[in-house]
């Protein structure tokens, strides 16, 4: 009797899983949602050819999807924004940052 190892399983099924990525769902598959959160959205972007080269060959160095590598583009980006910047302090921003964590009764004059 010749058995498969466990790579020559994996190999087939994902072989097979490859060949038929693009077949349509059955009419009856039903998506399951694993948590109370709302389904994700969808976003479509266009790109010059040279802008989507250029992605896709950040993606081949990554071992990434095309697409995969855009969402992390755009998560970066964002990731970015939420950090506060490292330039020059602005003193009247500071100032109001600490006048809303800083209980009135110390901001007082003595």
């Known amino acids: 009797m010749n058995e498969k190892s ?3 399983l994996l190999t087939e099924v994902s072989q097979e899983s490859e060949a038929r ?3 349509p769902l059955p009419d009856d598959a039903v998506g399951v949602r694993r ?5 994700p959205r969808v976003l479509s972007v266009r790109l010059t050819a ?4 250029r992605l896709a060959a950040l993606a081949a160095g990554r071992d ?3 697409s995969t590598m855009a969402r992390l583009a755009i998560l970066e980006t964002l990731d970015q924004q939420a950090r506060p910047a490292s330039g020059p302090i602005d003193l009247t921003t500071m100032t109001a ?6 209980r009135p009764e110390f901001l007082k004059a003595s």
């Not at 040279?50 to 080269?53: A, I, L, N």
């Not at 940052?97 to 800083?102: G, K």
């Open 50 to 53: 040279d802008q989507y080269d």
């Open 35 to 39: 948590d109370d959160k709302p389904a």
């Open 97 to 102: 940052a600490l006048r809303e964590v800083i």
């Open 21 to 23: 990525r693009h077949d």
């Open 6 to 8: 466990i790579e020559d």
């Open 64 to 66: 990434l999807p095309v």
